[in-house]
């Protein structure tokens, strides 16, 4: 069944074919917190609430220990996490899908090379039937 049949599949366009909204939007945000743009753009925000609560605005929306802040930043981490590991999830899963493509794919090859090789050892011999033919027929 293995050498008769292809078994190699794109990974990739399988899963693309069965990817959910949630998935597809799990895999764009992680890809998004991930970057360094988000982490700078992040830090700027950081800094320019600091700033503007601390030194700018004499009746500070969020005055120091900045528990506004504070609140926010939790609340995006908490959602964060669970969607990046949303994301990394599927992504194992197409690993798995992958190693288990190689596998049989190696497991093909190597079916394929033990039948060359079957098919090599019964040229040699019939090759030195043959010629022991030819020695004994002078």
């Known amino acids: 069944m293995l050498v008769d049949n292809p078994i190699s599949v794109n990974v990739d ?8 909204f949630g998935a597809k ?7 998004i917190a991930g970057s360094w743009t988000f982490l700078i753009i992040f830090c700027i925000f950081l800094i320019f609430w600091i700033i503007l609560n601390g030194k700018i605005l004499s009746n500070p929306v ?8 504070n609140l926010v930043l ?7 996490a669970p969607i990046i590991m ?16 190689d596998y049989k794919t190696d497991l093909k090859s190597e079916l394929i ?11 040699l011999a019939n090759q030195k039937a043959i010629m022991k033919r030819l020695d004994n027929d002078k």
Not at 62 to 69: A, E, F, R
């Open 62 to 69: 969020d005055p120091y220990p900045y528990i506004l802040l």
């Open 13 to 20: 366009k399988e899963e693309a074919k069965n990817i959910s």
């Open 74 to 80: 939790s609340c995006i981490a908490a959602i964060q």
């Open 86 to 101: 949303m994301s990394q999830n599927r992504q194992a899963h197409k690993d798995s899908l992958r190693n288990q493509n």
């Open 113 to 123: 090379l033990e039948e060359l090789h079957d098919k090599m050892d019964k040229i």
């Open 25 to 31: 939007a799990a895999d764009k945000i992680s890809a």
